[in-house]
């Protein structure tokens, strides 16, 4: 009889692990090839994991709640019952585990969404006895001309997997030490490592270096402690790094938004023949992005390895989902592209996958500037944390009634807090103030978005 | 009944037989097929040849010219005897083939002397002289290089038109020779021929010798030398063809618009090489070639077809042996399991022309295209060192190039005596990511060539000793390429 181990495909995008949200199989089922097995949740998405054989689950090698390590076995499967035959070509895979492994699926929400899916088997592991797998890409990539480090530190870095274009060099000018190189591997860490085969996929992001104080719990404390992993982890350290990195400050602002209150109901009764639910939300990402575009170091980056600033000539607008698994922000891709009536779609969709845990990686990149709008749940003002590698995130608060004073009289008028929240490398106190003065005139005054209109 | 192997590398020149002991050497049951001559073009009518008729050639010029200054008395006429001189040289080549031949059987590979086909990716035939035999194996390195090019007008025959193979096996001297093509073959073998007596005319049909593949400034130096050893250059001269007449050849060729005819006794077609990719069946195994021939590779030099790898000329430029190699090692390793990838940052080049040229690393052009435009550059004369002069070999210079902010060198082009030699340690320099301050702080031996290339690392930094420069702390901008 044989007996097939399933494991865990490198997913790509730096994903080194996931946590088994719920087994879709249990032991005695027959499952056909490409069937789903296993439901996982990364740092970045939930996925469900096909198998590549047909078989009889024999053994499930882990239990729900359990950390896996991409390329271990999740499960082993008998090929030689009745499920066997479904699936001839299971048995000419097993000599490529890592490639003969399809991508795992997206969740069906997602499930034509993601390219960066159909990534892993051209990561696959490099220096196979077995010789080419028809991929031509290489990992780690060799080292681009300007990173500097010797043969011998490029060989160990090849050898323990570490892409030294994603190092930052600590010795003279900008070398990659074999110290380096060790440290890095050790940063990538997880399980991946131990196969010494497969590619943990340095993320691009930079990683901060901070102290790791332990909490020493007092005797007898009632206390629970709860492994910190998957989403959380990677806010944990998203934060973390743009803390670390940004030097943050907070401009706070009130708007007169009486006239945006009537647009937008006016607005909400017409979008509702197409099925949209128009929100508050599009009509500040229009004026947020028509604002950028006078400020424009708003929708911008920092390389600081370059020491360059990256002005972005497109708009992808970030917004802070609230979700049960945590904070997600999703993103409205080329929202400066889009009409009011389309950034309500795409808000309402990707809120509604957020909700489900059903974002797909793809769904969560490449935003330029962000929106939180933590006002629909309470609070008079926040100071946000900027969403790195971003430069600029704007807050937007709730809409009460207020007595404002016109010289004259008091009269009640409804009024909206906003806060941007800036990178003080990039933006001073008065631009930010001037930047506001020219956001919240056209908030205040909807009308003047017909004119920034394309 | 099909021998099976684990790895058979197919031709067997530097690439090709450094791989197969490689692969032996870690183990793998490995078979080498060859269709010459163990050692492939490099060996026996390339690289080594080459060199040893350029330090023939090169003993002799220093025997008419440079003896007599030291006070020998040199007759007029030294008898040169051609036939002796091929003897000593193929001799030469026998010794290093047979060298091969000796570490393939020392390291068990097994050796199969025909031509290869690929019947499938997994198996070859070789007709060889004894019969034809089956190769199976589950990996094959195809290193099976180049060949010369021709250009319309000029097939090569071996007789009036020669290819490098012909010239160097040449048993007379030749009073006319018209070399087509300025590159590195046509100049190193014209030299040569120049020096035992010829009369050489190189005909280039780019505005410059060695265009695009030197430093403009070596170049200077050499193309000085030509002149004064009698070689005359044509540049921006179109081949277009040759007849033959009653006292020899009239090659034809077109300069600025207008036709001009050479008389030759000998033409040597040197524009160039190209892989051989139509050959050994390659085609039969659907690799991917690039519009030049090239085999694609990625950077394990792994084709689109699993289990076939290629390295050396095929697989792409630079079309140099010690690429090769290098290329035979790495893919030797990776088939045993290891993890590699091509990363190197250099390959250092050799011109074996008078004096030689070696470069390693970017031109100065190269530097500007990468977005390296702040350089600091030093040049150091041989004619300022003391091995230099007491050898009578003052012409040519070191040159640095390294980045002006973080003083990392970025390119080294010797030329001069044994440049060749010389551009180990730039390599090595560059490898491992050297500042100048590296190059100039390391002792290097007096009297020796070498110490050319710590003083033009000082002369970048403005204060070689052996030249004059500007006063310390007044380096100019663009470091001290102008007070040299």
Redo the contacts between chains.
């Keep these: 009889m044989a007996a097939q181990n399933v494991k865990l495909p490198d997913v790509g995008e730096g994903v080194t692990e996931g946590e088994l949200v719920r087994w879709l199989v249990k032991v005695g089922d027959t499952v056909k090839a490409d069937q789903p097995v296993v439901e996982l949740m990364t740092d970045k998405a939930t996925v469900e994991v096909p198998t590549p054989f047909a078989g009889t689950v024999k053994e499930l090698k882990y239990k729900e709640g359990d950390v896996v390590p991409i390329e271990s076995v999740l499960l082993v499967l008998d090929t030689d019952g009745a499920g066997a035959k479904a699936a001839p070509a299971a048995k000419a895979e097993p000599a490529k585990p890592a490639a003969a492994a399809p991508a795992p699926r997206q969740a069906p929400a997602g499930a034509s969404a993601s390219p960066q899916f159909a990534k892993p088997a051209s990561q696959a592991p ?9 991929s ?3 990992y ?4 681009g ?1 300007n990173v ?4 011998a530190t ?2 160990l870095a ?2 323990t ?1 570490v892409d030294l274009n994603q190092i930052s060099g600590t010795g ?4 990659v030490t074999r110290e380096d190189v060790v440290k890095a591997k050790g940063s990538t860490g997880g399980g991946a490592m131990t196969t010494g ?1 497969i590619a943990p996929m340095s993320s691009k992001m930079p990683t901060a270096q901070v102290p790791k104080p332990a909490y020493i719990s007092p005797a007898g404390a009632p206390e629970e402690r709860v492994p910190l992993r998957g989403i959380r982890k990677k806010i944990a350290e998203n934060m973390q790094m743009a803390k670390h990195i940004i030097p943050h400050f907070t401009l706070m602002d009130e708007a007169r938004v009486d006239e945006l209150v009537k647009l937008r109901t006016a607005a909400k009764a017409s979008a509702e023949k197409y099925g949209v639910k128009v929100t508050y939300l599009p009509f500040v990402m229009k004026a947020l992005i028509a604002t950028c575009r006078e400020f424009p170091m708003f929708n911008a980056s920092m390389d600081d390895a370059a020491g360059e600033v990256v002005y972005k000539k497109y708009f992808n607008v970030g917004f802070a989902a609230d979700t049960p698994n945590g904070l997600m922000v999703p993103v409205v891709k080329n929202a400066d592209f889009k009409t009011t009536l389309q950034i309500s779609q795409d808000i309402q969709q990707l809120a509604g996958k957020a909700r489900e845990g059903k974002l797909a990686l793809d769904d969560m990149k490449g935003a330029t500037i962000t929106v939180t709008n933590i006002g629909s749940v309470g609070g008079l003002y926040a100071t946000p944390i900027i969403n790195h590698p971003e430069v600029a995130i704007l807050g937007m608060y709730k809409i009460e009634d207020k007595p404002v004073w016109n010289g004259e009289k008091f009269r009640r008028a409804q009024v909206m807090g906003f806060t941007i929240t800036c990178d003080h490398r990039l933006i001073d106190g008065a631009v930010a103030a001037n930047f506001m003065k020219a956001f919240l005139g056209r908030i205040e005054n909807p009308s003047q978005l017909m004119l920034d209109m394309i | 009944m099909a021998e099976k192997f684990d790895v058979c590398v197919v031709g067997s020149g530097p690439g090709g037989y450094v791989a197969a002991i490689r692969a032996a050497q870690l183990g793998k049951k490995t078979a080498i097929v060859e269709r010459e001559a163990l050692g492939g073009v490099c060996l026996n009518i390339g690289c080594i040849p080459s060199k040893a008729m350029i330090t023939a050639a090169h003993f002799y010029h220093r025997m008419m010219h440079d003896a007599p200054t030291m006070g020998f008395a040199i007759p007029k006429e030294i008898d040169l005897d051609f036939k002796k001189l091929q003897a000593w040289k193929q001799s030469v080549c026998g010794k290093m083939s047979g060298g091969v031949a000796q570490l393939l059987k020392g390291n068990s590979v097994t050796v199969f002397m025909g031509e290869a086909t690929f019947k499938s990716a997994k198996s070859v035939e070789v007709k060889g002289k004894d019969g034809t035999q089956q190769i199976e194996a589950a990996n094959f390195i195809v290193a099976t290089g180049s060949r010369p090019i021709e250009i319309p007008g000029f097939a090569i025959d071996e007789k009036d038109v020669l290819s490098s193979t012909g010239a160097l096996a040449l048993e007379e001297q030749v009073k006319r020779v018209v070399v087509i093509g300025g590159g590195y073959i046509g100049l190193e073998i014209g030299s040569y021929m120049a020096k035992f007596g010829s009369a050489v005319t190189v005909v280039e049909a780019a505005p410059a010798l060695l265009n695009n593949v030197a430093d403009p400034d070596c170049v200077q130096v050499v193309a000085r030398r030509l002149k004064k050893n009698g070689v005359e250059v044509l540049l921006n001269a179109k081949a277009k063809g040759y007849k033959k007449s009653k006292d020899g050849l009239d090659v034809t060729f077109d300069i600025g618009g207008k036709e001009q005819t050479l008389k030759a006794d000998k033409i040597l077609l040197m524009v160039g090489r190209k892989p051989n990719s139509d050959q050994s069946g390659l085609k039969n195994i659907g690799l991917a070639l690039d519009e030049r021939g090239f085999i694609k590779v990625n950077a394990q030099r792994k084709t689109n077809v699993p289990g076939i790898y290629a390295i050396g000329d095929i697989a792409g430029q630079p079309m140099l042996a010690h690429k090769a190699s290098h290329e035979g090692v790495m893919v030797a390793e990776i088939i045993a399991g290891h993890n590699r990838a091509y990363d190197a940052k250099t390959v250092p080049a050799v011109i074996f022309v008078d004096p030689e040229i070696a470069s390693a690393g970017w031109m100065e052009s190269e530097c500007k295209a990468k977005g390296f435009n702040d350089l600091m550059i030093g040049k150091f004369p041989f004619g300022a060192n003391g091995r230099a002069v007491s050898m009578m070999e003052t012409d040519g210079f070191v040159k640095i190039i390294a980045d002006a902010k973080t003083h990392i060198v970025l390119g080294v082009h010797i030329v001069g005596p044994e440049a060749s030699n010389l551009i180990s340690e730039a390599a090595l320099a560059i490898e491992m990511g050297a500042r100048v301050e590296d190059l100039a702080l390391t002792i290097h031996p007096h009297p020796t060539l070498g110490e050319t290339m710590m003083e033009a690392a000082e002369a970048t930094l403005g204060h070689a000793i052996h030249i004059i420069q500007k006063p310390l702390g007044a380096r100019p901008a663009n470091g001290a390429s102008k007070s040299t």
């Excluded at chain 1, 003279?172 to 070398?175: I, K, N, S, V, Y």
């Design positions: 490099v220096g196979n006895g077995n010789g080419s797998n028809g031509m890409d290489v780690p990539p060799p080292a001309a500097l480090a010797t043969p490029r060989r090849r050898e997997n003279l000018a900008g070398r085969m």
